[in-house]
């Protein structure tokens, strides 16, 4: 049984840093790529940032320039840097794992961002 532990949420000050990690439990073989989603309160589940196994990344326009993702894929790790934070980042982040045979997520960790 595959299980995806996120750790980093918390709260922050706006203009503050936060660094999310998400690991698997077991090693996932035939990886295609891993990301993180966002969800705000009465909103529905959102791409911020994914990346290929073979590190190809991809970014939703609010996480361009401030959010940096990365892989390592031998042990199924996936880290979100996230830098410049603003109040409206303030969301429940999930990781998501895909591989060819199906899709994995975490079980969340909120990030706030508020003085």
């Known amino acids: 049984q595959v299980q995806l532990v996120e750790s980093g949420g918390g709260l922050v000050q706006p203009g503050g840093s936060l660094r999310l990690s998400c690991a698997a439990s077991?090693?996932?073989?035939?990886?295609?790529?891993m990301g993180w989603y966002c969800q705000a309160p009465g909103k529905q589940r959102e791409l911020v940032a994914d990346?290929?196994?073979?590190?190809?990344?991809n970014y939703a326009d609010s996480a361009k320039g401030r959010f940096t993702i990365s892989i390592v894929s031998a042990n199924t790790t996936v880290y979100l840097q996230m830098n410049s934070l603003k109040p409206e980042d303030t969301a429940v982040y999930y990781c998501?794992?895909?591989?060819?045979?199906?899709?994995?997520w975490g079980q969340g960790t909120q990030v706030t961002v508020s003085s």
């Open positions: 998501k794992v895909t591989s060819s045979l199906r899709d994995y």
């Open positions: 990346i290929t196994a073979s590190g190809s990344t």
């Open positions: 077991v090693r996932i073989f035939s990886l295609r790529r």
